[in-house]
């Protein structure tokens, strides 16, 4: 399977746990996008990285969220200390980074918090 | 003023009719356009890009771009219940970032 893949696909924390979102981008692309969408809502860009590089962190929390692409690997979403508010679909999308490039998404990692 | 807008509807239409979908977005500079339908509980999937002005057919899809009036749209032909879902219009903005619209949501009742 050449798509983006995400895993988990549902992941259960408690309050105060972290959480770790992984996304292996298509083969030959070497631009992630992670986005969080709530329950009938739109899709809200976090994050934009190439391989070991953040290029867009705008749209991430300040506080407990982090992300990474490094050289070898998936692309992680790292949540710490989770709160109820943090449940949510996260999706991945990768593109090969050129202008014109089309965007895919993973089918997304849905988070739970209890 | 927000990067990317659509009617959020919901638009209901019957079946076999012609579905249209809008979207305007704000910069000028854009290249890249982008139209998504995602079904409830799933994940976005592209169906049309468009680069150039006039209209792209693909099936029973049509984009239609406009730079000068930085307008989007889909039309969907001979509406099937299975195409009911919410419709994403994207943008890809300098920088290489991607803007989303908040989607209308696409009822097609048989």
């Known amino acids: 399977n050449a798509g983006v893949m995400q895993n988990p696909r549902h992941l259960v924390r408690r309050r105060g746990q972290e959480a770790r979102l992984r996304c292996s981008p298509m083969k030959g692309h070497s631009h992630v996008y992670w986005y969080r969408q709530l329950p009938e809502e739109g899709l809200k860009f976090m994050v934009y990285?190439?391989?070991?590089?953040?290029?867009?962190e705008s749209g991430m929390p300040k506080e407990r969220f982090s992300a990474e692409f490094p050289k070898e690997g998936p692309s992680i979403l790292r949540i710490q200390q989770v709160v109820r508010g943090d449940s949510a679909a996260y999706f991945c999308a990768s593109s090969r980074g050129m202008n014109t490039g089309e965007l895919f998404f993973g089918e997304g990692s849905r988070l739970t918090v209890l | 003023q927000k990067e990317v807008e659509q009617n959020s509807g919901p638009l209901s239409v019957p079946e076999g009719a012609i579905a249209s979908l809008n979207c305007t977005y704000s910069d000028r500079v854009s290249q890249s356009f982008f139209w998504y339908r995602q079904y409830s509980g799933k994940s976005p999937e592209l169906i049309m890009s468009i680069y150039s002005n006039g209209d792209k057919e693909d099936g029973r899809f049509t984009a239609q771009l406009n730079k000068a009036s930085q307008y989007v749209s889909l039309l969907i032909r001979d509406s099937q219940p299975s195409d009911s879902a919410t419709y994403l219009c994207a943008v890809n903005m300098p920088g290489n970032q991607f803007y989303f619209g908040t989607g209308t949501s696409l009822t097609v009742i048989p």
């Open positions: 990285l190439q391989k070991e590089n953040i290029i867009d």
